[in-house]
């Protein structure tokens, strides 16, 4: 079993940035993936980030690319996103996500249902 606690949101103006943490209460933290995922009211949950268990890969879908960086500690059992040049459309709630790797899996998966351990969200609101 995995807890998730994220934190680190809030409310900033446009253009400006915030650092999201997670920290991850498994004892072999470098056995998940990680991945970052939204969900804005009324939109489906997207992914934002996906980081392999080594922290070697990365994934970033092409809204936030150049703009979000997602890093992990596994000393630490925290992954993090450092979320910079924020826009009004960035404001959601932003989940930690946590997916057992499976054999010789290196990819960051990119779909919530491919992830099995969730955090209960940080609000982040960016205003115009």
């Known amino acids: 079993q995995v807890q998730l606690v994220e934190s680190g949101g809030g409310l900033v103006q446009a253009g400006g940035s915030l650092r999201l943490s997670c920290a991850a209460s498994?004892?072999?933290?470098?056995?998940?993936?990680m991945g970052w995922f939204r969900q804005a009211p009324g939109k489906e949950r997207e992914s934002v980030a996906g980081?392999?268990?080594?922290?070697?890969?990365?994934y970033y879908p092409d809204s936030v690319k150049g703009r979000f960086t997602i890093s992990r500690d596994n000393a630490k059992s925290t992954v993090y996103l450092q979320m910079n040049s924020l826009k009004p459309e960035d404001t959601a709630v932003y989940y930690c996500?946590?997916?057992?790797?499976?054999?010789?899996?290196?990819?960051?998966?990119?779909?919530?249902?491919?992830?099995?351990?969730w955090g209960q969200g940080t609000q982040v609101t960016v205003s115009s």
């Open positions: 996500a946590a997916r057992a790797v499976v054999g010789s899996e290196k990819t960051p998966r990119r779909l919530p249902h491919e992830y099995g351990y």
């Open positions: 498994a004892r072999t933290f470098s056995r998940y993936a």
């Open positions: 980081i392999s268990w080594s922290g070697g890969i990365t």
